[in-house]
């Protein structure tokens, strides 16, 4: 465990009473500090019993787990938990409490005092869209999936703690939206700079939402551990590789970003009517908008701003797809 390290798991397997099979299997792993884990694999694979190991919800068979310096076991249960914030699909707010006192229940059982609360409340509730003078006053209820979502969110991070457990928290969330806030919790990982471990089952999301991802196959044993364009480039294991499926060139695209291609210079007399996409847009994004409007170019922004950066055509993006291209055996050979 280096001193970047934040959670580290030593040998750590989970049996349950009465299971013929391992529900996690053998696992070491270390954790570093402020980055975001996604932790990704089929059904049955041992991915939330790992994470919901890490807050005591469930206490492992064997092995030691270690948070900052300290095995967890030698942590009070309650008071461990207090310091990670948790967030599921279901989102389990408290259905007869108010948005405001939802997103308070933790900061009042640590007895914060009640400007201080109230200032936390309107902070959090801000950040994720929800403000407090619209939002706070109502019943989870009368909130759509993705408000409610987003509530949780701002409720896991309510005592401002380190670790965020996420248990495929935008599942049960219509396409648009759980692309709303998947780039939404992005955003706030940009600013937080929280150790997060993230939940699913769907790679594309792994992809997404990862700076390193964990993937476990059937047996429940850890197979490959590594950023996404890693496990992309080079799978550890058949397994590995019939898990990412086929197009692995467009998985990549959805990796890389616009601002990290060298970009033409746009023209002083500008491109007329040519659409216009932030610098923060995948590469994925930028070819299907190519196609949908049948441009010969984009008209590359800043994220907040209509001032062209640069000019981004189709022959650029072939080229970065030749580039994201990964070697076959064959090539290799």
């Given at each position: 465990m280096t001193s970047e390290t934040l959670i580290s798991f030593r040998g750590v397997a989970k049996t349950y009473p009465g299971a013929t099979r391992a529900a996690v299997r053998e696992l070491s792993l270390d954790i570093p500090r402020g980055r975001f884990i996604t932790l990704v694999g089929p059904s049955g694979c041992g991915k939330t019993t790992t994470m919901k190991m890490v807050n005591r919800l469930i206490e492992p068979t064997s092995g030691r787990i270690v948070l900052a310096g300290q095995d967890i076991s030698t942590i009070d249960a309650t008071s461990l938990r207090r310091r990670i914030?948790?967030?599921?699909?279901?989102?389990?707010?408290?259905?007869?409490?108010?948005?405001?006192?939802?997103?308070?229940?933790?900061?009042?059982?640590?007895?914060?005092?009640?400007?201080?609360?109230?200032?936390?409340?309107?902070?959090?509730?801000?950040?994720?869209?929800?403000?407090?003078?619209?939002?706070?006053?109502?019943?989870?209820?009368?909130?759509?999936?993705?408000?409610?979502?987003?509530?949780?969110?701002?409720?896991?991070?309510?005592?401002?703690?380190?670790?965020?457990?996420?248990?495929?928290?935008?599942?049960?969330?219509?396409?648009?939206?759980?692309?709303?806030?998947?780039?939404?919790?992005?955003?706030?990982?940009?600013?937080?700079?929280?150790?997060?471990?993230?939940?699913?089952?769907?790679?594309?999301?792994?992809?997404?939402?990862?700076?390193?991802?964990?993937?476990?196959?059937?047996?429940?044993?850890?197979?490959?551990?590594?950023?996404?364009?890693?496990?992309?480039?080079?799978?550890?294991?058949?397994?590995?590789?019939?898990?990412?499926?086929?197009?692995?060139?467009?998985?990549?695209?959805?990796?890389?970003?616009?601002?990290?291609?060298?970009?033409?210079?746009?023209?002083?007399?500008?491109?007329?009517?040519?659409?216009r996409l932030p610098a923060t847009a995948t590469l994925h994004q930028a070819l299907d908008c190519l196609v949908r409007t049948s441009a010969d170019c984009l008209i590359v922004t800043e994220q907040d701003s209509p001032q062209p950066m640069g000019v981004l055509t189709f022959a650029d993006l072939q080229r970065a797809l030749r580039e994201a291209k990964t070697p076959t055996a064959e090539d290799a050979a």
């Open positions: 914030g948790y967030v599921i699909q279901q989102v389990g707010l408290f259905p007869h409490q108010t948005i405001e006192r939802n997103v308070a229940a933790v900061p009042r059982l640590l007895g914060w005092d009640k400007a201080r609360i109230r200032d936390r409340v309107a902070e959090l509730l801000d950040l994720v869209g929800v403000p407090v003078d619209e939002f706070g006053h109502r019943y989870p209820a009368q909130l759509s999936g993705g408000q409610a979502q987003r509530v949780g969110v701002a409720r896991a991070l309510a005592a401002n703690p380190e670790i965020l457990l996420m248990d495929e928290p935008f599942g049960a969330i219509d396409p648009i939206t759980r692309v709303e806030l998947q780039d939404e919790l992005l955003r706030l990982q940009r600013e937080m700079h929280k150790t997060i471990l993230f939940v699913t089952h769907d790679i594309d999301e792994a992809m997404k939402m990862g700076d390193l991802i964990a993937v476990f196959d059937q047996t429940a044993t850890l197979v490959q551990f590594g950023t996404p364009d890693d496990i992309l480039a080079s799978p550890a294991t058949e397994f590995v590789q019939r898990f990412i499926g086929e197009g692995t060139g467009l998985h990549r695209l959805k990796l890389r970003r616009v601002r990290d291609l060298p970009l033409r210079a746009a023209p002083e007399q500008g491109v007329p009517d040519a659409p």
